[in-house]
């Protein structure tokens, strides 16, 4: 093996501290949803540490990315890393909301090689190891033929602006990665460092959000007349409950109706009633005049939004109820074609053959192939992009389970590797 290949390996081994350290300042860096500068800013600071150069892109107040670089000579390919700044939501609305503790402030933890909390489990971890991977190959005075671009974004997770959530503060699905691609931050490949158990996908669903909204009648409780039907029943949260059952039920013939075997694994885009509200808390001697539901539905690449639209509507319609039914977010899934994603994918197979001595999963977990993420960015401008990471542990339940660092160093390896085959023709 060339001996600057094997330097680069030799220092992410010896780095698997300085990985742990970085999780850990990311992880408890208190930087949520729609105010990810504080992270931002620590990546960016971090990168100023380690003589790396590095942007800080400001968006809007609270809200920026940062973009370290390793520089090619402009003569051959060049590679995005690409992971995700925003982590969950939090304060007032989430602590009451939700009835659960804020994972940000919850922050992340140490046990012996394990690291626990949500905030490094999505996505300060894969962040941490992509930065420690750039560190290595900048570090080892190879010169690369096209630039390797670290991306930290604002804005990944699921979120739109909706009622008194107004704003840029509440765009999500590729908010930031749009705004850096927008802005020439450009490459011919990229890769989504997210966790996929070392299983790679080029193919992920699109989302739409729904607010389904019924109207009532404001009585009070003991002059209540309920009503002989559903369509006479006063009460706008009586009626959304019968709504919540259809759409339950509508997303469970829609899961099976689209589900659909691909190259990457099972496509399962499922749907669900992920918010509703109505009535005065404090004033519950009303009945109340308005409910309003908030539904997540996952769409296939290149599946007609106003197909789906007309799918729930009718769905929820059913009743002979007044529903008004309205589209408030919809970003599109995509497809890399197989052609296009082929250096790609087969530099990443080769270098996780290399430090694993292992082939890759050949398929991708269901839920993986079934999320939003931003490969949708890359792959609707052209660029070829895939999501490729290591586990990060039980996660149906956020929260829950932990990761391994061996895991991420092997990560932060097959990065740099794969890193090398694209950006300095330079195979282990």
């Known amino acids: 093996m060339n001996a600057e290949i094997t330097g680069i390996l030799d220092q992410i081994d010896a780095s698997k501290e300085d990985l742990a350290d970085l999780m850990l300042r990311l992880g408890n860096t208190y930087g949520p949803f729609g105010h990810e500068a504080a992270t931002a800013t620590q990546v960016h600071e971090w990168y100023g540490e380690n003589d790396m150069e590095s942007d800080y892109v400001e968006i809007v107040e609270n809200r920026a990315c940062a973009v370290g670089r390793v520089k090619g000579d402009g003569t051959g390919r060049s590679l995005i890393y690409n992971a995700h700044l925003d982590t969950e939501a939090s304060g007032h609305d989430y602590e009451t909301l939700m009835a659960t503790s804020d994972p940000n402030i919850v922050g992340a933890r140490r046990e012996g090689d394990r690291i626990f909390g ?51 503060a509440y765009e999500g699905k590729g908010f930031g990665t749009s705004y850096l691609v927008d802005h020439g931050y450009r490459a011919d490949y990229a890769v989504i460092a997210e966790t996929t158990d070392f299983a790679a996908s080029w193919i992920q669903c699109g989302a739409a959000y729904y607010k389904i909204t019924l109207r009532g009648k404001n009585m009070y409780t003991p002059r209540l007349l309920r009503g002989d039907t559903l369509a006479s029943q006063p009460n706008a949260i009586v009626r959304a409950a019968s709504v919540v059952a259809l759409v339950e039920a ?24 992920g918010a509703i509200r109505g009535g005065i808390p404090w004033r519950p001697n009303r009945s109340s005049t308005y409910a309003a539901l908030y539904v997540d ?47 790609l994918l087969g530099a990443i197979q080769s270098s996780h053959r290399y430090v694993r001595d292992a082939d890759m999963p050949d398929k991708a977990e269901d839920a993986v192939v079934g999320m939003w993420r931003d490969t949708n960015v890359y792959n609707r ?48």
């Open 118 to 168: 949500h905030t490094v489990q999505n996505d300060h971890g894969c962040m941490a190891m992509q930065m420690i991977a750039g560190r290595a190959i900048a570090a080892s005075g190879i010169t690369l033929k096209g630039d390797l671009l670290l991306k930290s974004a604002a804005g990944e997770t699921g979120a739109a602006p909706t009622d008194e959530y107004r704003g840029l």
């Open 381 to 428: 401008v052209g660029i070829p992009s895939l999501t490729f990471g290591p586990s990060r542990g039980k996660a149906a339940v956020q929260g829950t389970g932990f990761i391994e660092l061996d895991n991420f160093v092997d990560g932060a390896k097959i990065y740099a590797l794969t890193a090398l085959s694209i950006c300095a023709d330079l195979e282990p």
């Open 297 to 343: 539905v996952r769409t296939l690449p290149g599946e007609s939004v106003s197909s789906v639209t007309e799918a729930i509507t009718k769905a929820v319609t059913a009743t002979g109820l007044e529903v008004e039914v309205d589209l408030i977010m919809y970003k599109a899934g995509f497809e890399a074609s197989r052609d296009d994603i082929a250096p």
């Open 250 to 273: 509508w997303a469970i013939d829609f899961e099976a109706a689209r589900t659909r075997e691909t190259e990457c694994g099972m496509m399962r885009p499922k749907a669900q009633v």
